[in-house]
């Protein structure tokens, strides 16, 4: 079974430093999807980024951007200066490919912004 | 476009009580998802529909129960209602599965 580890409960980060959070994941699978979620305190949870694991070039998404690193099977987040707005829990998610439905995530790192 | 709306966004059940989770999407979205998150985790897979009247399970559907007559609506029913349903349960929906799935606000569902 897919699993996914987010191995980090709570970051935080100063007002406009770059953070990266971490993921790894589980799969003998070839075909597959990435994704980061953002939860903020209004529980809607938000696409920040998604990565197709076909694709050796790495998403970038304005201020987001990921490193994938396929062998490894890690999918680590990057916050460039990071907003107030940043603040969240952030879940990464696994997506088998092929007609695949279940998303599987991780625990969530919860990111704290100090102003 | 009010996107995946749910109701209600709270609700406190008492024991075997049962209820229905509602949740719409006016995308035109065949595919449509139920989840469930537990505190301090993440979300977890109840039952998914790929289109009017084609349901099927997830990971953990045990004392769920799903229908989906229409390409809009997907409910959620909750029958004999247990303290371990106690959660905040999300509707998403997608056009097909290498698309986004868009999340409801969720719903804060405690059972005492």
């Given at each position: 079974?897919?699993?996914?580890?987010?191995?980090?409960?709570?970051?935080?980060?100063?007002?406009?430093?770059?953070?990266?959070?971490?993921?790894?994941?589980?799969?003998?699978?070839?075909?597959?999807?990435?994704?980061?979620y953002k939860q903020?305190?209004?529980r809607q949870m938000i696409l920040?980024?998604?990565?197709?694991?076909?694709?050796?070039?790495?998403?970038?998404?304005?201020?987001?951007?990921?490193?994938?690193?396929?062998?490894?099977?890690?999918?680590?987040?990057?916050?460039?200066?990071?907003?107030?707005?940043?603040?969240?829990?952030?879940f990464?998610?696994?997506?088998?490919?092929?007609?695949?439905?279940?998303?599987?995530?991780?625990?969530?790192?919860?990111?704290?912004?100090?102003? | 476009?009010?996107?995946?709306?749910?109701?209600?966004?709270?609700?406190?059940?008492?024991?075997?009580?049962?209820?229905?989770?509602?949740?719409?999407?006016?995308?035109?979205?065949?595919?449509?998802?139920?989840?469930?998150?537990?505190?301090?985790?993440?979300l977890?897979?109840?039952?998914?529909?790929?289109?009017?009247?084609?349901?099927?399970?997830?990971?953990?559907?045990?004392?769920?129960?799903?229908?989906?007559?229409?390409?809009?609506?997907?409910?959620?029913?909750?029958?004999?209602?247990?303290?371990?349903?106690?959660?905040?349960?999300f509707?998403a929906?997608?056009?097909?599965?290498?698309?986004?799935q868009?999340f409801?606000?969720?719903?804060?569902?405690?059972?005492?």
């Open positions: 079974a897919q699993t996914v580890t987010q191995s980090q409960p709570e970051m935080s980060v100063q007002e406009a430093e770059t953070v990266t959070l971490s993921c790894t994941y589980d799969t003998s699978e070839s075909d597959y999807y990435l994704f980061w903020p305190p209004s920040v980024i998604r990565q197709e694991a076909y694709k050796q070039q790495n998403a970038t998404e304005n201020r987001f951007s990921v490193n994938f690193q396929k062998a490894a099977k890690s999918f680590s987040l990057k916050i460039s200066d990071s907003q107030l707005g940043d603040a969240a829990m952030y990464c998610a696994y997506r088998r490919g092929k007609g695949a439905q279940k998303l599987v995530f991780g625990q969530g790192t919860r990111l704290t912004i100090n102003p | 476009n009010a996107g995946v709306t749910q109701t209600p966004k709270f609700r406190i059940l008492k024991i075997g009580q049962s209820m229905t989770l509602q949740c719409a999407q006016d995308m035109n979205h065949n595919y449509m998802y139920w989840y469930r998150q537990d505190p301090g985790m993440g977890k897979l109840i039952y998914y529909s790929v289109g009017a009247g084609i349901t099927d399970k997830g990971e953990v559907p045990n004392g769920y129960n799903v229908s989906r007559s229409t390409t809009e609506d997907f409910p959620l029913r909750l029958e004999l209602a247990a303290p371990s349903q106690t959660s905040v349960y509707c929906s997608s056009t097909g599965t290498l698309y986004e868009y409801g606000p969720g719903t804060r569902l405690t059972v005492t």
